[in-house]
C-alpha cells in the first residue's frame, strides 16, 4: 500500500487590512494505504515589508481600513488576519494504516507591524503628531473524530491541533516641529483557539496515541509618544486584550493500545504591553529623532513647494510657534492588559482504556516573559524662564499600569473513567517564569537595548514598571501607579467511580513527551501532580541614571510632588486530588502532589 495524503494549505498575505485564510478537510468515507495523513494548514499575515533601504516592498491593500499615512499628518494602522483550519473525521469514516495515520490542523497567524509619524509637515502636523496602529487575530485549528468513525493505525496514531500566533504592533508618533501635542495610541485584540477531540462511540487502535492541542504564542503591543522641547501635552496608550484556549478531550473507550497521550498546553514567549510618552524631551534618543524629521521635512518641502507654484497657496504657509502658549506641560501613559490563557484536558466520563503503555493525561498554560510597562516623562528647564518656552511652570506627568492575567489549566479524569496501564500520569501546570535577558550580550540588538537610562532593566528583567518623571519652574507633580494582578489555578484530579489500575512495579520514575516539546516527570506509577509557580520582579518609581534618580524637579523657590503606588495581586488554586468513591490500583507507588514552588 501506498502514503494516501489529503492536503489542505491555503496561505493569504496583505500588507495590511484584513487577510483570511480558511483550510478545511472532511472525511467520511474508506481511506486505507501504508502511512495516511490528513492535514489542513492555513497561514494568515497581515503586515508591511520593507526593504534594506526602508522602502515598503509590492504593497497588497486588503479590503478593509488600511495603514494610512497622509504625509506626515497622521498615521492609521488596521491590520486583521484571520486563519482556521479543520480537520473532521465523520461518522462513517473508515481510516486503517498499516503504520501511521496523521490527523492534524495547523492555524498559522502573524500580525506585524509599525505605524509611525514623523516630523512636523502636513496640515494636521502644524498642532499635533498623531499615529495609532489596531491589530486583530482570530486563530483557530481543531481535530474532531465523530462517533462511529473508525480510525486504526498499525503503530502511532496522532491527533493534533496546533495555532503558531504571532502579534508584533507598534505605534509611534515623534514631533520635531512647534506642534503643542503628540498622542499615539496601539490596540491589539488576540481570540486564539485549539481543540482535538475524540467523541464516543469512535473507533480508535494504535500503538501510540496522541490527542493533542497545543498553542505557540509571541504578543508585543507598544506604544510611543515624544516630542521636543515645543511640546506641551502627550499621551501614549497601549491596550492588549487575550483569549487563548487549548482543549484536548478524549470520550472513546479504547483496548489493546499501547499508549495514550491527552495533553493541552498553551505556551507564551513573549508578553509585552508597554506605553511610553515623552514631553519636551532633550535625550540623546530625541536628538536622532530631531535629526531624521528635519529630513523628512525637508523632502516635504519640495513636495509642497510644487504644490504652491501651482496652486499660489499651499507651501506658503508656516506653522505658527506655539512654544510660549502655555505655561503647563502635561505627559501621561497607560499600559493595558487583560489576559485569559486556559488549557483543559480530559478523559471524559465513563470512558474506558485498556493500555500496554502508559497513559497521560496533562494541562499546562506557560506565560512567559511578561513585560507590562507605562512610563511618562516630562522634562523643563528649571532654573530659568527663556522666551523660546524651554522651562514650563508647572508639569504633571503619570505612569499608570493595570494588567490582569488568568491562567487556567485542568486536566482531569471523568467519574466512571476507567484506565488499566502501565502507569498513570494527570498533572496540570500553570507556570509564571521570569524571562531575564540582561546578561545576554551576544548580538548587537542585545547591546544597543541597554544603552537607555535604565541600561536595559526595565526592558529586559522587570515584570512590571511605571515611572511618571516631571520637572518645572514653579510646580512639578509626577506620580506612577502600577497595578498588576496574576490569577493561576492549576487542578489535576481523578473524579468519583473512577478505577486506575498501574501494572508497572516499583517506584521510580518517569517521563512523557508533551506536544509543547517539552517532557514532564513523574514521581510514581500513578502520579497526580498540580504545580503553580510564579515568578516576577515589580518596580514602581524611576529607576537609572544618573545617580541619584531625581524623578521630581522644581526650581529654586518651587515646589516639587511626586508619589508612586503599585499593588501586585497573586492568587489562585492548586488542587491534586482523588474524589470519595474512586478506585486506585497499582503495583508501584502512588504520588498526588500540589506544588507552588
Known amino acids: 500500500a501506498g502514503d494516501p495524503t489529503l492536503a489542505a494549505p491555503p496561505f493569504n498575505k496583505v500588507q495590511s487590512g484584513k487577510p483570511d485564510a480558511i483550510a478545511s478537510v472532511s472525511v467520511d468515507g474508506l481511506l486505507r494505504g501504508r502511512n495516511l495523513s490528513v492535514t489542513a494548514r492555513s497561514e494568515a499575515v497581515s503586515g508591511w515589508d520593507f526593504d534594506a533601504n526602508g522602502d515598503i516592498v509590492d504593497p497588497v491593500l486588503g479590503t478593509g481600513a488600511t495603514l494610512l499615512g497622509l504625509a506626515g499628518t497622521v498615521t492609521l494602522g488596521y491590520l486583521d488576519a484571520t486563519s482556521h483550519a479543520s480537520v473532521d473525521i465523520g461518522a462513517q469514516a473508515a481510516l486503517r494504516a498499516s503504520e501511521d495515520i496523521t490527523l492534524k490542523a495547523e492555524a498559522i497567524d502573524k500580525v506585524e507591524t509599525s505605524a509611525s509619524n514623523l516630523g512636523s509637515g502636513g496640515p494636521v502636523n502644524k498642532y499635533a503628531g498623531l499615529a495609532s496602529v ?176 501651482t496652486s499660489g497657496q499651499i507651501g506658503d504657509q508656516k506653522p505658527a510657534s506655539h512654544a510660549s502658549d502655555s505655561p503647563f506641560r502635561l505627559g501621561g501613559a497607560l499600559a493595558y492588559t487583560d489576559a485569559q490563557h486556559d488549557a483543559t484536558a480530559e478523559l471524559s466520563d465513563a470512558t474506558s482504556i485498556t493500555a500496554t503503555g502508559n497513559v497521560t493525561v496533562h494541562a499546562g498554560v506557560i506565560d512567559g516573559a511578561i513585560r507590562s510597562h507605562a512610563n511618562s516623562a516630562v522634562d523643563s528647564d528649571t532654573q530659568q524662564k527663556n522666551e523660546d518656552g524651554s522651562m514650563s511652570n508647572v508639569s504633571m506627568s503619570a505612569g499608570v499600569n493595570w494588567a490582569n492575567y488568568r491562567h487556567n489549566a485542568s486536566a482531569r479524569v471523568g467519574t466512571g473513567a476507567a484506565i488499566d496501564a502501565a502507569r498513570i500520569a494527570v498533572g496540570s501546570e500553570t507556570r509564571v517564569p521570569v524571562n531575564i535577558t540582561w546578561t545576554d550580550f551576544s548580538s548587537l540588538d542585545q547591546i544597543l537595548g541597554k544603552l537607555n537610562s535604565t541600561l536595559g532593566v526595565a526592558d529586559e528583567v522587570l515584570t512590571s514598571y511605571t515611572s511618571a518623571k516631571s520637572k518645572a519652574g514653579d510646580l512639578a507633580i509626577g506620580g506612577a501607579v502600577n497595578y498588576h494582578q496574576v490569577t493561576n489555578n492549576s487542578s489535576a484530579w481523578i473524579d ?44 514602581a518609581g524611576s529607576i537609572g541614571l544618573p545617580i541619584p534618580v531625581v524623578a521630581v524637579e522644581s526650581g529654586q523657590d518651587g515646589a516639587a510632588v511626586g508619589g508612586a503606588f503599585t499593588d501586585t495581586i497573586y492568587s489562585g488554586k492548586t488542587v491534586a486530588g482523588i474524589a470519595a468513591g474512586a478506585n486506585v490500583a497499582t503495583a508501584g507507588g502512588l504520588s498526588v502532589r500540589a506544588e507552588s514552588p
Open 134 to 309: 489596531y491589530g486583530a487575530m482570530d486563530s483557530e485549528a481543531s481535530v474532531a473524530i465523530a462517533g462511529g468513525a473508525s480510525v486504526r493505525a498499525g503503530d502511532a496514531l496522532a491527533i493534533q491541533a496546533r495555532t503558531d500566533n504571532t502579534m508584533d504592533i507598534s505605534a509611534k508618533s515623534i514631533t520635531t516641529g512647534e506642534q503643542p501635542f503628540v498622542a499615539t495610541i496601539a490596540w491589539s485584540d488576540i481570540d486564539v483557539d485549539s481543540s482535538a477531540t475524540v467523541a464516543a462511540g469512535a473507533d480508535i487502535a494504535g500503538n501510540a496515541i496522541e490527542i493533542s492541542a497545543a498553542n505557540k504564542n509571541s504578543f508585543s503591543t507598544a506604544a510611543t509618544a515624544m516630542s521636543n522641547p515645543n511640546g506641551k501635552v502627550g499621551v501614549a496608550g497601549a491596550v492588549s486584550l487575550q483569549d487563548v484556549n487549548a482543549t484536548a478531550t478524549n470520550a472513546a473507550s479504547m483496548s489493546g493500545i499501547g499508549s495514550l497521550l491527552i495533553d493541552a498546553d498553551t505556551t507564551t514567549s513573549k508578553n509585552a504591553t508597554t506605553a511610553s510618552v515623552g514631553v519636551a524631551s532633550q535625550g540623546m534618543a530625541m536628538k536622532m529623532y530631531q535629526v531624521a524629521g528635519d529630513a523628512m521635512d525637508a523632502i516635504g518641502g519640495k513636495v509642497t513647494g510644487a504644490m504652491r507654484d
Open 496 to 539: 468519583g467511580d473512577a478505577r486506575l489500575t498501574a501494572r508497572a512495579t516499583g517506584d521510580d520514575a518517569w517521563s512523557t513527551a508533551l506536544a509543547s516539546g517539552r517532557t514532564v516527570n513523574w514521581a510514581q506509577s500513578v502520579d497526580v501532580a498540580a504545580i503553580n509557580e510564579v515568578r516576577a520582579v515589580h518596580v
